[in-house]
């Protein structure tokens, strides 16, 4: 007996039912009845009927396209190997009736499947953003190098350096290394920190000096050419080792991983230069901060250690006559910029704060022999190869 | 009367393409929650394009289904980056430092040892990421309900995939159509649908005229540049070498990386733009977005130095080992641009050749199939797709894969008639554990 009426049958569609156990298929008429969608076999005249409560679709159902539907995944039947009815597959192309088939199933339809996945996108990445604001107030790249033992940050100090001067000799003469020791010792007594810094001259091209994580600090040669006195010097030490104290090397690793690791995820896991350079700005934005940050601590460790801060701001006074562009050349607006790409303030900046700073009594740091032994560090024959510790 | 008993109509296996819907609607939509949700639409929005493309796919008639799930490719994703890869190169990393402590950066040895395991490392990972990305596609495709499933050990295939790999960096590319017909060969015998395996019977012969042609013309053309560089040669073209393989990688890879261009000017310039009203734009918000963009157009010729190669020659250069001006920037540019689209010109021709003996080598209940490509069709395609990933940014890469299979999709043919009752649901587990590894690799990632 069928149990299709008349009237179900101005809700029929032409479809192919697989059965899910053979990739046979079998032509079928579908009716959308009121209690369940019923599927005609007419070679056999049975009849099967899916609950409209156990349908499922990979799409969501629009008028217009195909559809093809199977019942919701159960648990199979541990026993039972025949089980084939989750592979089931009904197909209907071009069926009219679908909107009729979606108010019996309104599950399958498009705005319930968007539902399904965005909302909880949502709360996730509102979740994420929270955290992530949370993660970057409390500086946890800080607090991650802090809690990394010193030996770990000297290796990784030393390996910055071979990465960056192997091939190159550091310059080395004992008298220039005692001057060199003396400015250090008196900086680093009298912060009264247990950091105790090396500092080493190396034959580099560029005019420069960098801090690496487990207090090691490189002066470049043309650096040394550089400076005209020996508070000169200082006050670049001082900064080197604001960066050190600070634990800037360390944190702006870390940073940086982060921030890559970041990009890579929020820019769709792009790999390659271009998700890497992805964190270039915020970078520099932070690298700024640090900046002005080595340069305060700097200042307070010239102040304890009573040498002339002078020689800071006649450093950054002619760093900025002699290598940068002046500012007459440039409009305000590609000052702006230029100071928005780069990853320190503008000497101008820098020496007005050093300018606004009140004196302090200062004492002789260094004779002009000692001096002239320093400048010379460098010219000597010995010259020594740099080694691993 | 005579009654004639009717045999019952065998069907006809054809191949055909249609399009259930805008694809690069949804892709635009994708690429928008994808940056409205920080990244984690990626994964969602990768099965809703891969359901797309997959159902338009008509097999008999009939739309391929992907049931892969969003959840299912995040999950993995976690656990291959912060539970094994992440770790594991940390540790690398620690390791690598101790080495250095122990034997100093510039020995040699210690340098190029570590750039080597690095290389092996990768190169294994990438051919098990590959084989264990096609085992969980297969089991999450299906046709008439019936599933495909991969049988083999993706260990097996990266050990093979890597020394094939030496072998083929070793001849100069001369072995490649071998090692192209042997992993596609374990790739192919090992897919079964339902319970039928494929099966793979090719005949290198009939590749390796055109191949031998196609190297020998790359050399030509690519020796005068070799002899141009004369005596920077040495460390140069190591990361030549290295850079030009950025361009032997499909084309859609560039597309990801001019996405992340066109997204990271978007982030850094948009929120200025949006805080300043449009029509009264401060100078500093101006330069700030000349400044950016004057960046992103920088990075996209950066691009051509991938993250290795830039690596390696801010090393060299650093060491000394090489002088770079801006002449020998420019001649590297132009060296890998001109590479990069030789070899893409040129090997269309070889690919198309693959193509097809791939596709006839192949037998599904012994039938062979058949695939029509030409080299200027596929030339075609893929310049076309190229400009569409290059205008959109990345965006648009749903689109640029459907126009691929597409193109596939209907040149195929099979010889013959299958027999779909034979083709019975596997027993095999359903499970699989997404493409975690391929999404740590970067391999084959859609």
């Not at chain 2, 590319?173 to 992993?183: S, V």
């Not at chain 2, 055109?210 to 073209?237: C, E, H, Q």
Request: hydrophobic share 45%; aromatic share 12%.
């Amino acid at each position: 007996m069928s149990i299709i009426s008349d009237n179900d049958n101005l809700l029929s569609c032409p479809g192919h039912y697989s059965d899910g156990k053979s990739a046979d298929q079998q032509t079928v008429t579908v009716t959308i009845s009121n209690a369940s969608l019923q599927i005609f076999f007419p070679e056999t005249q049975e009849i099967l009927a899916w609950p409209y409560s156990e349908l499922t679709s990979l799409h969501p159902l629009q008028q217009g396209h195909d559809i093809w539907l199977n019942l919701k995944a159960e648990t199979p039947k541990e026993n039972d190997k025949t089980d084939y009815s989750r592979h089931a597959r009904l197909f209907l192309a071009d069926c009219p009736h679908i909107q009729k088939l979606l108010e019996k199933a309104p599950a399958l339809s498009l705005q319930s499947s968007k539902s399904r996945v965005l909302k909880p996108m949502y709360w996730i990445s509102a979740t994420t953003a929270l955290l992530g604001i949370i993660a970057y107030s409390i500086n946890l790249s800080h607090i991650i190098a802090v809690s990394l033992p010193h030996s770990t940050r000297a290796l990784i100090g030393d390996k910055v350096i071979a990465g960056m001067t192997s091939q190159e000799n550091f310059c080395s003469s004992p008298k220039g290394n005692a001057a060199l020791e003396k400015i250090r010792r008196r900086l680093v007594q009298s912060s009264n920190r247990p950091e105790k810094f090396s500092v080493r001259v190396a034959k580099l091209g560029m005019l420069n000096a960098f801090a690496t994580p487990g207090e090691r600090i490189i002066l470049s040669k043309k650096m040394l050419e550089f400076v005209q006195s020996p508070e000169e010097l200082a006050g670049v030490l001082a900064h080197e080792m604001g960066h050190g104290i600070k634990l800037h090397p360390e944190t702006g690793i870390i940073n940086a991983m982060g921030l890559a690791v970041a990009f890579q995820w929020v820019l769709g896991n792009n790999g390659g230069t271009l998700s890497d350079m992805g964190s270039l700005f915020l970078m520099m934005k932070n690298s700024r901060d640090t900046e002005r940050e080595a340069d305060a601590v700097g200042m307070g460790l010239l102040k304890k250690a009573k040498i002339n801060k002078k020689g800071e701001a006649d450093f950054y006074r002619r760093l900025h006559k002699e290598h940068e562009i002046p500012e007459d050349i440039l409009s305000e607006e590609t000052q702006a910029g230029l100071n928005i790409l780069s990853t320190h303030p503008a000497s101008k900046e820098r020496l007005k704060t050093i300018e606004d700073t009140p004196d302090w009594t200062s004492t002789l740091l260094l004779s002009d022999t000692e001096w002239k032994d320093l400048k010379a560090i460098c010219s000597n024959l010995e010259t020594e190869t740099e080694t691993q510790k | 009367m005579q009654i004639t008993e009717q045999q019952p109509q065998a069907e006809t296996t054809t191949f055909g393409w249609k399009a259930q819907s805008n694809i690069a609607k949804m892709a635009f939509k994708n690429f928008g929650l994808q940056l409205l949700t920080l990244g984690f639409y990626y994964f969602w929005g990768k099965v809703e394009a891969r359901q797309k493309i997959w159902s338009s796919v008509r097999i008999a008639g009939q739309p391929l289904e992907y049931s892969g799930t969003g959840k299912e490719l995040f999950v993995s994703f976690l656990i291959s980056y912060f539970i094994i890869f992440g770790p594991l190169f940390f540790l690398f990393e620690l390791i690598d430092v101790a080495i250095t402590a122990r034997f100093g950066a510039e020995n040699n040895y210690v340098f190029w040892g570590s750039i080597a395991f690095y290389t092996l490392f990768t190169f294994y990972f990438s051919g098990v990421a590959q084989y264990r990305a096609r085992q969980y596609r297969l089991k999450r495709t299906c046709w008439r309900g019936i599933y495909g499933h991969m049988t083999g050990s993706a260990w097996r295939y990266g050990w093979i995939y890597l020394w094939t790999m030496v072998l083929l960096l070793a001849s100069a590319f001369l072995l490649m159509p071998w090692r192209d017909l042997k992993l596609r060969k374990i790739m192919t015998e090992n897919t079964h649908f339902g319970e039928e395996p494929l099966q793979f019977k090719a005949s290198l012969d009939e590749l390796l005229p055109t191949f031998v042609m196609t190297w020998i013309i790359l050399f030509l053309l690519a020796s005068p540049f070799l002899f141009v560089l004369g005596k920077w040669a040495y460390p140069w073209m190591a990361a030549a070498i290295i850079g030009s393989l950025t361009l032997l990688r499909p084309w859609h890879y560039f597309s990801r990386d001019s996405a992340a261009t066109l997204k990271t000017w978007l982030y850094f310039s948009l929120p200025r733009l949006v805080k300043d009203k449009a029509s009264q734009l401060s100078p500093r918000t101006k330069m700030v977005v000349v400044a950016s963009t004057v960046l992103v157009l920088s990075l996209y010729i950066l691009w051509i130095f991938n993250s290795a190669s830039l690596a390696l020659l801010l090393k060299l250069t650093l060491k000394k080992m090489i002088k770079p001006g801006p002449l020998m920037i420019v001649v590297l540019i132009l060296l890998f641009s001109f590479i990069g689209t030789a070899i893409s010109l040129i090997f269309t021709t070889y690919y198309s050749r693959l193509y097809n003996l791939c596709a006839r080598a192949t037998l599904f209940q012994g039938h062979p199939f058949a695939l029509k490509t030409s080299p200027w069709g596929l030339f075609v395609l893929t310049a076309t797709n190229f400009l569409l990933a290059l205008l959109s940014l990345g965006a648009l890469m749903p689109l640029v894969l459907a126009r691929s299979t597409n193109y596939f999709i209907s040149r195929l043919e099979v010889g013959g008639t299958l027999d779909y009752s034979k083709i019975i649901q596997s027993e095999v587990s359903l499970k699989a554990s997404g493409e975690g590894f391929a999404e740590a690799f970067d391999v084959n990632n859609f």
